[in-house]
């Protein structure tokens, strides 16, 4: 059986094992303090052509999530995001839970718009029972979406400048960011993301890391006390030189670019298999998500020799369903599924 | 300047302020414990004839809504309404402060139906990916409505009867309570209430009270240490009998229905006057608050004489507005009203 | 039976109740946006002679201390006061249930000094791991305390200026500040504790109101969006001008001192009893709660004629126990008192 | 330098890393839903004779700390623990955060008793204001303490029998639970734990894994939607497996009480030259942390060679500090800083 329900269905990068293993007996302080976390850190700085940057290392992509929207916003306070946004449908909750609510707003490709950020203040400031309602504070975003589309650097542009009009933070959950970069219709470049946001974080764990998002932030307010949130929401790793690590060789000789561009070449590959079957999607894009519209009956054939994800029901014989690509997608594999899918 | 913007502009209703000045120097026990309180709750169990109903008296309803959802759910649950509800909307996020997300459903009229809570019990239960998500708990509708609508007895059956088939408890909010209940196509009593719910409330601000909100549970898991979540959310009244005191005398001879017949009167008499004049509502009632869409033109003229509540805008020249009666309505502001009215 | 137990077992003064039977038909807008309130929070800016304080009316002290600390503090910091403060001990974790720590500190006699508040400081800043500790930013003092004590306006100087050195908010809990003010030994008036303080607040439910805690900010940073703060937390009273009319009247000719002084007079004569009787006392003290060691014995033979509260036991024969003067404590009750204590 | 501040200076037991390298390009599903996690939890269930428990792997000790309370407490609840306990102590007000009052109990040892437990529950139902206190419902320990010491059989025996008759649950933080059972004075089984426990945790940051904390739970009532509050408190590792290949192999051959017999073995040969030197402890204890009074002077010298961390002042020349072993530890670096002791 070959798997392709999501991209983080193996280990870690052979260059990145090797550094664990190389390291694996050394003395280090604990917490993120030590040189590997710096180096890390450095090394984001220079590659968002930024040095005041404040970079954390954090476990996962909710625990990054909670950590920066609880530490951005007071009681009252709530982020805006697109309905389909990760922390509004599939975190159990994990912002609410810190007293936080999340403002749905529509979107049918998983962005949303500068229009509709002006619009959000304006729908809470001009009513004059405003104190009623919860004051939206911070923008959150992901690029690439969760249904896999991406921002335009002019799109990232209009939503940031929005967000300094309205007083509200931009925050840009990157936890497939390098699939996001390293699509063929992308014009941005993590500099131009750094410049763009207030907070952003660069996805590890779904990139060739066995776990890890680095936490960047560029607002001067956002970054005082950071670390005191981390460790009250149980994201101080005790090893954190782990993350520092893994982060270091992912910024060095373009390991994050190369295994990006491995997956998108692959995804390519796929959606050429699927357009020549004529399936359609349920959502266009060009990242390491595939959302292809199937009929039932194909889905059951292949079930038991591939793996893939439910997303929604199509129509009564129709499903969206997800083929994902990652840093360790074979390409012997993608053959095997397209040869399954020619076959069926 | 006459108000019809709300129905909590006056104080209290004659009676109850009678009896507030006959009692003041009398010395009891405070936070509840007093004999006006369980004289109070005495008689609404057997209004609702069911004497092993637990009744708590709370001073406000964003109160009362907040503290019955944080009783009832664990950190990983949350509470479906309509999308105009009110702890959706107009309660500064009181009920994510405590760490609940609100799940809001589709509704045009401010209302939900059984089949909706039944998909919302299929769509986090069928995905396999359920744990990602928040698991609703509770239902939370109101009646009347926000948009003053109200339940049929039978479309309260079915949603009780949904609930339980889902393991869901069902909470209504009662604000307005009384007006519901005597809207001229309301079918339901007190006890229909206290028998298709797990929880409700009676609502006092706006129905008589200078304040207070009786929360009567019939679900025996809810009843269990409800006062300390009313003492934790800062509800319980040093001087509870006051609430005693008010709903003794709301409950006696017929009072609260008595002034919700006295509102809805007047409501009817207004909405007589307005489609005299032929304007259409934004969403149609009968209870004790009227949703009129009126050109922006006309209310401009009439606002300095009239008071009333701005809903939303219909089209670039009308806007939906409210205009409440309550008990304390007097039939010269409502004729003088309808006089403005046929003057402009 | 006479009843010493609180000093809320009666309604209102006089006086106000007049208030509120005159204005009761009297229509106005909701939510304290009212000229009552305007007019009682000009009032009390001239009673504390800052007209730059801003002034929010609550219902109680519970709902006032977890709003007003909620306000203040990030996730990650949490608030100082006596292991004896109100919050630490009898509001059911209100405060936690915000989400913040309450730090206890070692107190006798219910005060805590600025050497304690340096002290938590430097424990916090000197150890390298003060990330893994709560952050303390703010002081909660009552004054009078939960043991009847006060501060002296040179302690009260040495606290805020401790505060100021730590970056610590102070806030003050007056819940029965006018006794604490009418006191004997006390030399500071209302202006000295709104100089002293970044927030305190006046009590009204124990000093002749129904119920009211008028809040009291000179902070500028948590003026800001306060009043989203009290609607999240339920507090915001829809019929607010019951709390402007109540504030207004205490705050006209006098009012405030003469209920304070009426209480305190009472307690004295209360205080010259007991030690005419050879009791001590648990704490000693000049406000309206008098903490005073009995035998259990005696305790037994006066407690179905008199109400007082249990404190605590002191040894296998003796129990301090509280009695308590109010502005509505009948002279006559004080002398049936002291000739049961004589008696027995 | 050589380092003993802590137990998780080094990366990972050679044995688990070969693991981690053989299996790394393997696929299988996420979030603890593979087989390695699957073995695992029954290899621990098997440790622990007894079929029943439920075992979930989080990352770390706070996160499961804060997951496992939040999971078993209603908001209006606390959890009871030593002054000294690490959630109340050094972990930023997790509990807290989460809504929940941490009640600390007088320790100086760092462990509490049934007794304690007991006259806690009295505490607060004797006292008929018990509504306006925390209502406390679980009681936590840690096995060795903050402190290094340990239960006896017969201690958790009984508190875990006050927890069944106060109706609290027993928690037992287990991060260093290895180190607890290979201690010479030790007469407990892992059986032994999770038969007078509610849930605990067998740590693995601490001993030999990379990061990984087993939670057992034996209580069906805190079984019941556990996973929900992972996902909801961040703890959900999306690469799972790495978690069950880690304590697989700790489980496997004796590995867990290999690790940490050795650990013990290199402390009581410390232990041996501190003694000899005639130093004295903070708390005696016979597990691998060792809290040994050393003048200032002394600890001045040896700074630059040896780490250690800093536990508390003692006297104006005199301070406690924390020297650790761990799984890694190696024996000349004991034996060198026994030549540094000697030396100075």
Redesign the interface.
Known sequence: M??F??D?????H?RI?ER??S?????????GEDEYCEKARDMIRRKCKDSSLAVHFL?????AN??VI??AL???Q?VLCAVSGHIN??????V???????MGLASGDGKITAMQVKDAYNAHVE???F?????PKMVYISNPTELGTIYSKQELQELYAACKECGFYLFLDGARLGYGLAAPDNDMTMEDIAANTDVFYIGG??VGA??GEAVVISNETLKK?F???I?????????GR?LGIQFEELMKDGLYEEISAHAISLAERLRGAFEAQGYSYLVKNRTNQIFVIMPDAVLEKIKSEV?FS?QQRVDETHSAVRFCTSW?TKEENVERLIAILERV
Chains 1, 2, 3, 4 share one sequence.
């Open positions: 070959i798997l329900q999501c983080y269905n193996e280990g870690v052979p094992l664990l293993i390291t694996n007996e050394e003395q280090t302080v604990g917490y476990v996962g992509g909710t625990q909670l950590t609880d530490a007071r009681s009252h709530g449908v599939h975190e159990t909750g994990a609410e839970a810190c007293g936080h609510k999340v009513d004059s029972s104190e009623h309602m919860v004051q764990t779904k066995l776990f006390d670390r005191y949130f460790k009250q929401r149980g994201g101080m790793l005790a090893k782990l793996g439910y360790a």
